[in-house]
C-alpha cells in the first residue's frame, strides 16, 4: 500500500465521535470492482447527490484486479471520462483519483492478479482487503466509506468483514442499488442531469433515458470489532488469517503456559514478550492460583513485606538465579512500589501482546474491599512447565 497516500498512523488512536462523517477532513471512499467500473461512478453520485446530507469524498480507493484496473482507466481516466463527467454535470469539488489511486491485488510473488480462481487468489485478495483497510482506519481524521457492489462476490465478503474487523464510529459500509435495465449496463455509469439515451442489451432492444435511472444507497449496519484488537494487528502489517485467528482465540477457553526453563509465557496459544523481573512476578502469581491459594493484599505503605520478596525471589531465582542488583532491591522486603509496577508491566505486556478483549482472563486483577490481587484463572487453565 502507497504510503504516502493512505496517510498510516502509527499508534491506535481512539475513536474521535463528536464528529459526524461528512465533517471529516479525509474522506475515502473505498471500493472493489472487477470489469464493472460503473460501480465507482454510481456510488460517488448515490452518496454526493443523492443523500440528504452529501458525503463527498476528497480522494478514492479503487482495489481490482489487473484486468479491471484496465478497465476502471479507459473508462473512467481516460480523456473525458465518465468520472470527469459526473463531478462536471453535478458541480462537484475536486477529489483525489487518478490512475494511481487503481491499485491491483497482487499474488503471494507480488505478480499482479489478472483474475481470482484460486485459494492462493482468494488468500491474497483477503490479506490486500484487509491491509487496505487496516491502514485507512489507523487516521483519526479520516471517515471511511466502503462500498462492496462490485467485484466478484468473495472480495465484497472480505471487505465488509474487513471493515468489521477495524471499522470506527464514523466508518460506513453501503451497495448501490439500480434500476433494471440499467443495472450492469456498460454505457450506464450514473442517472444524467439531463436526457441520455441507451438501449437494453439483447434481442428487441428499448431506448432507455439515463435521466430517468434510479440509484439507491443501501447502508449496511456491520458489527465493530475493533475494540480489543492486539495492538500488533493494529498497528502493522494485518494478514486476513492472523486477525480471524485472534478473534477466535478470544472465544477460546483460556489457557496460560509458562515454561520456567526457557522463560516463555503462552497466553491462548500467543506467545507474550515479558521481562524475566515481569515474569517472575506472573510466575508467583500462577502458582498460587493453580494452588489454589487467596489474593494478595497490596504491601503497606511505607512497610515492605519479607514474605512477598521471599516467595517472589524464589520464583526469579528459577528463571534465571538471582542477581546482586535484584537482592539488593528486595533485600527488606517488596514494597509497594515494586509491587504495584511489577503487577502493571505484566499486564501491559499482556495486554500488548493480545488485545483488550483477549487479555481479560489473563490479567492480575484486585478485587473486594480491601482489596486483594489475584490471577482469575481457575487450575486446571494454567500449566507450569519445570525440569
Not at 498510516?8 to 464528529?19: F, G, L, Q, V
Not at 491491483?104 to 484460486?118: K, N
Request: charged share 25%; proline share 8%; glycine share 8%.
Amino acid at each position: 500500500m502507497d504510503a504516502h497516500r493512505m496517510h498510516t498512523a502509527d499508534m491506535n488512536t481512539p475513536d474521535p465521535i463528536s464528529r459526524d462523517p461528512p465533517d471529516y477532513p479525509r474522506r475515502v471512499l473505498l471500493a472493489v470492482s472487477g470489469l464493472s467500473p460503473q460501480i465507482v461512478t454510481e456510488t460517488l453520485y448515490a452518496l454526493a447527490v443523492r443523500t440528504e446530507r452529501p458525503w463527498i469524498p476528497t480522494e478514492i480507493l479503487l482495489l481490482t484486479t489487473a484486468r479491471g484496473a484496465e478497465h476502471a482507466r479507459l473508462n473512467l481516466l481516460s480523456g473525458d471520462r465518465w468520472f470527469g463527467r459526473l463531478r462536471a454535470d453535478y458541480g462537484l469539488p475536486p477529489i483525489h483519483f487518478d490512475a494511481d489511486c487503481i491499485e491491483v491485488i497482487r499474488d503471494a510473488t507480488g505478480a499482479p492478479l489478472a483474475d481470482i480462481r484460486s485459494q492462493a487468489d482468494n488468500d491474497a485478495t483477503a490479506d490486500a482487503l484487509t491491509e487496505a483497510v487496516r491502514a485507512l482506519t489507523a487516521d483519526p481524521d479520516a471517515a471511511l466509506h466502503v462500498s462492496i457492489a462490485g467485484g466478484r462476490k468473495t472480495m465484497g465478503y472480505y471487505l465488509g468483514y474487513a471493515l468489521s474487523l477495524f471499522g470506527r464510529a464514523q466508518d460506513r459500509l453501503s451497495h448501490v442499488l439500480v434500476d433494471e435495465g440499467y443495472e450492469g449496463h456498460p454505457q450506464f455509469y450514473y442517472p444524467s442531469p439531463g436526457e441520455r439515451v441507451i438501449h437494453t442489451l439483447g434481442p428487441n432492444p428499448r431506448p432507455l433515458d439515463c435521466q430517468q435511472a434510479e440509484v439507491t444507497l443501501a447502508e449496511i449496519p456491520f458489527v465493530r470489532l475493533r475494540e480489543g484488537q492486539p495492538q500488533a494487528l493494529l498497528a502493522g502489517s494485518a494478514r486476513f488469517s492472523d486477525v480471524v485467528a485472534a478473534l477466535n482465540r478470544a472465544l477460546a477457553p483460556p489457557r496460560l503456559v509458562i515454561d520456567v526453563t526457557d522463560g516463555r509465557v503462552e497466553a491462548g496459544s500467543r506467545r507474550v514478550a515479558m521481562r524475566p523481573a515481569d515474569l517472575a512476578f506472573l510466575l508467583w502469581f500462577a502458582r498460587r492460583a493453580q494452588a489454589g491459594q487467596p489474593g494478595l493484599g497490596r504491601p503497606s505503605e511505607g512497610v515492605p513485606d519479607a514474605d512477598y520478596a521471599r516467595e517472589y525471589l524464589a520464583e526469579y531465582d528459577r528463571l534465571q538465579g538471582l542477581n546482586a542488583r535484584t537482592d539488593a532491591r528486595y533485600r527488606d522486603g517488596m514494597s509497594q512500589g515494586d509491587f504495584d509496577e511489577r503487577r502493571t508491566r505484566v499486564n501491559q505486556s499482556l495486554a500488548a501482546a493480545l488485545g483488550a478483549r483477549e487479555t481479560a482472563p489473563y490479567l492480575i486483577d484486585g478485587t473486594g474491599r480491601p482489596k486483594t490481587y489475584r490471577l482469575g484463572l481457575p487450575p486446571h487453565a494454567i500449566t507450569i512447565r519445570e525440569d
